[in-house]
């Protein structure tokens, strides 16, 4: 059985940060990409960062500049730093992993943590 397991998320101004975070638990064999997606009302959940094995990220244009996604493969982490938060990064964030196991790749997703920005 695997597990994401996200932490952080919250209530923030805008201007402020915060920080995220995803461990992955469990029986596998490797870990390829991870990303966080975001989830607001009545739209699709979008990627807002991915990061390979390998360290190359991939970001939402909108949030280029202000959040970094950093991940520690011997750990089976991912983190998303968010800084100078507006008001539309509002939003469920979802940790997700490409898990590698005995019957091949599969994605897993967390239980998503809400993000509110707000004055």
């Known amino acids: 059985q695997v597990q994401l397991v996200e932490s952080g998320g919250g209530l923030v101004h805008p201007g402020g940060s915060l920080r995220l975070s995803c461990a992955a638990s469990?029986?596998?064999?490797?870990?390829?990409?991870m990303g966080w997606y975001r989830q607001t009302p009545g739209k699709q959940r979008e990627l807002v960062a991915g990061?390979?094995?390998?360290?190359?990220?991939d970001y939402k244009d909108s949030v280029k500049g202000r959040f970094t996604a950093s991940r520690d493969n011997a750990k089976n982490t991912i983190t998303l730093q968010m800084d100078s938060l507006k008001p539309e990064d509002t939003g469920v964030y979802s940790c997700n992993a490409q898990i590698l196991q005995r019957d091949g790749w599969r994605d897993y997703w967390g239980q998503g943590t809400q993000v509110t920005v707000s004055s």
């Open positions: 990061i390979t094995r390998g360290g190359i990220t």
């Open positions: 469990g029986s596998f064999f490797s870990i390829n990409t």
